[in-house]
C-alpha cells in the first residue's frame, strides 16, 4: 500500500532532550516535507527537500534540523526541544515539488514540557 | 511573509445546505489546492486550480480560481455529516522558492445531522 509513515505517533518529552521523529514513503516521491499544526495556525512549513541530500528551510525551520540521505526517508530532529515546539507534526511526500499533489502521514502529536 | 487569508473561520450547518469559504491574499498565485483534514488526520488534496477563471468540480464540489489570481472559493453543496472536517487553501509562493508551500488557517465545517 502506497503510504507515509510517521513515528512516533505521540511522544511526550521534557525541555532540551534530543529527539527524532522518522518519516518514510515508499512511493519513490523526489519531494518531502515537514509542516508542524497548531491550533488557529493552519500548516505551516518548517523544511522541504526536493531529492536526495537537497534540503531548504520552509517558514518555521528555526529550532528543527532535518536530513535526507536516502530518498524514502525524511527525519525531523529536535536538537533541545522546548515548550513552543509543542504541536501536531505532518510529514508529506509528492511525485515533484507543489503543486504536485501532497500525501500526508498520519502525524505526530509532540508535547514538550 | 505571504499569506492566505481564509474565510470564514469556522461554519456550522445543518445537513443538506450549501456551504461557501473563500481564500485570499494580497498576493498572486498560479496555483491554487483545497485540501481537507478529516478529524485525527492528515490533509488530503480536493481540487487543484492552474488558471484564472478556471471553475473545477469533484463531485459535490466545486472551486473557482479568481480572476485576479489573488483568490479562490470552495464550494460544497447539499453537505452530508463525512464533509466535517478543516478545509484549507494553499499555494506555491510565486516568485519563491520552489518547494515553498504555505497554507491558510483553515476553515472548520461542522455539519448538524
Known amino acids: 500500500e502506497a503510504q507515509v509513515t510517521q513515528n512516533p505517533r505521540y511522544l511526550i518529552t521534557v525541555t532540551g532532550k534530543k529527539l527524532t521523529v522518522t518519516c518514510s514513503q515508499n512511493?519513490?516521491?523526489?519531494?518531502m516535507s515537514w509542516y508542524r499544526q497548531d491550533p488557529g495556525l493552519g500548516l505551516r512549513q518548517i523544511y522541504y527537500s526536493m531529492n536526495v541530500e537537497v534540503t531548504d528551510k520552509g517558514d518555521v525551520p528555526e529550532g528543527y534540523k532535518v536530513s535526507r540521505k536516502e530518498k524514502r526517508n525524511f527525519p525531523l530532529i529536535l536538537e533541545s526541544p522546548s515548550p513552543n515546539q509543542t504541536s501536531l507534526y505532518f510529514c508529506?511526500?509528492?511525485?515533484?515539488?507543489?503543486?504536485?499533489?501532497?500525501?500526508f502521514g498520519p502525524g505526530t502529536r509532540l508535547t514538550v514540557l | 511573509g505571504q499569506q492566505l487569508n481564509q474565510s470564514p473561520q469556522s461554519m456550522f450547518i445543518q445537513e443538506g445546505e450549501d456551504v461557501s469559504m473563500n481564500c485570499t491574499s494580497s498576493?498572486?498565485?498560479?496555483?491554487w489546492l483545497w485540501y481537507k483534514q478529516d478529524p485525527g488526520e492528515g490533509p488530503v488534496l480536493l481540487i487543484a486550480l492552474y488558471k484564472a477563471g478556471e471553475l473545477t468540480s469533484n463531485g459535490r464540489l466545486t472551486a473557482q480560481f479568481g480572476i485576479t489570481r489573488k483568490d479562490s472559493f470552495l464550494n460544497i453543496s447539499a453537505s452530508i455529516p463525512s464533509d466535517v472536517g478543516i478545509y484549507f487553501c494553499?499555494?506555491?509562493?510565486?516568485?519563491?522558492?520552489?518547494?515553498?508551500?504555505?497554507f491558510g488557517k483553515g476553515t472548520k465545517l461542522s455539519v448538524k445531522p
Open positions: 512511493m519513490n516521491h523526489e519531494y
Open positions: 494553499a499555494g506555491p509562493i510565486y516568485g519563491g522558492s520552489q518547494g515553498n508551500l504555505i
Open positions: 508529506a511526500s509528492s511525485l515533484s515539488p507543489p503543486p504536485s499533489e501532497q500525501f
Open positions: 498576493s498572486i498565485f498560479n496555483t
